[in-house]
């Protein structure tokens, strides 16, 4: 798919890893609609990103009916729909068994309602969508880029619930993409390593010098521009479909 002026919708969009694409994206001439729940970040967002070019809308991925309302607005706004970015997630840490007993339910459900049920929830409303767009040259009618993360496979001690939901983004990639070739719609996911995002840059200095050591190369934390970049990788090379891509430095998790 061509990436210049490509209409498109980046959950998690105000901040994080999903404004680093929204930024990356405008650059090259993108119509943009953000969903996020954060509306005071999402003030922001906009005034740099240009009204006119860019609009937020207030959307709990993890509710059906608002994924869908959102999609259509986002649809009228930009004219179209030809790429989403699914970057909307939370952390949802805590032990099986804690010095308070066993985890809540609800925090698992809620983790995994956002993260994976809220990838599942926007990839599919806009699909069917994107599945009524004029295909390219090769058939193409749009690409879906989930989030996932190297907890998928090394989950720490703690992380129990957000491995759950990033494995799940990761093992319905595939069949996915599968499923919507008929339709001339790629699906791929980027398992980000480390990366430096506004929840590591509460923590000590000390914690964030030691995650950066703990990347083998560069020894370093991952930027955001660098996640929007193999964005724009994922749009551009039409031969990357049902994937689900490391971006980490060679870092394999250690237990705790």
Not at 52 to 57: G, S, T
Not at 91 to 97: E, N, P, S
Not at 179 to 185: A, C, N, V, Y
Request: negative net charge; hydrophobic residues 45%; contains cysteine.
């Amino acid at each position: 798919m061509k990436f210049s002026g490509i209409r498109a919708i980046i959950t998690g969009g105000v901040s994080g890893l999903g404004l680093a694409v929204a930024r990356r994206f405008r650059a090259d001439g993108a119509r943009l609609a953000l969903f996020d729940v954060n509306a005071e970040q999402a003030s922001a967002a906009i005034g740099e990103l240009g009204a006119d070019n860019a609009r937020f809308f207030v959307t709990d991925v993890s509710d059906e009916q608002n994924v869908c309302e959102s999609v259509i607005q986002a649809e009228a706004f930009l004219g179209g729909i030809d790429v989403v970015v699914n970057c909307a997630g939370i952390l949802g840490a805590g032990r099986v068994l804690g010095r308070k007993g066993p985890m809540p339910l609800e925090r698992f459900k809620a983790t995994v309602m956002v993260n994976l049920i809220g990838s599942f929830n926007v990839a599919k409303a806009v699909a069917d969508r994107m599945q009524h767009n004029t295909a390219n040259e090769d058939g193409e009618r749009g690409v879906i880029i989930n989030t996932a993360s190297v907890a998928a496979w090394e989950g720490q001690i703690g992380q129990a619930a957000y491995s759950a939901s990033k494995g799940g983004v990761v093992s319905m990639t595939l069949p996915m993409a599968r499923e919507f070739t008929r339709f001339g719609i790629r699906v791929n996911t980027i398992a980000p390593g480390v990366f430096h995002t506004p929840m590591v840059d509460i923590m000590p200095e000390e914690i964030q010098q030691a995650l950066s050591d703990s990347v083998p190369f560069p020894r370093r934390l991952g930027k955001p521009e660098e996640f929007a970049e193999l964005c724009v990788h994922l749009i551009e090379n039409a031969y990357f479909n049902g994937a689900s891509i490391r971006l980490d430095g060679a870092i394999r998790l250690e237990p705790q």
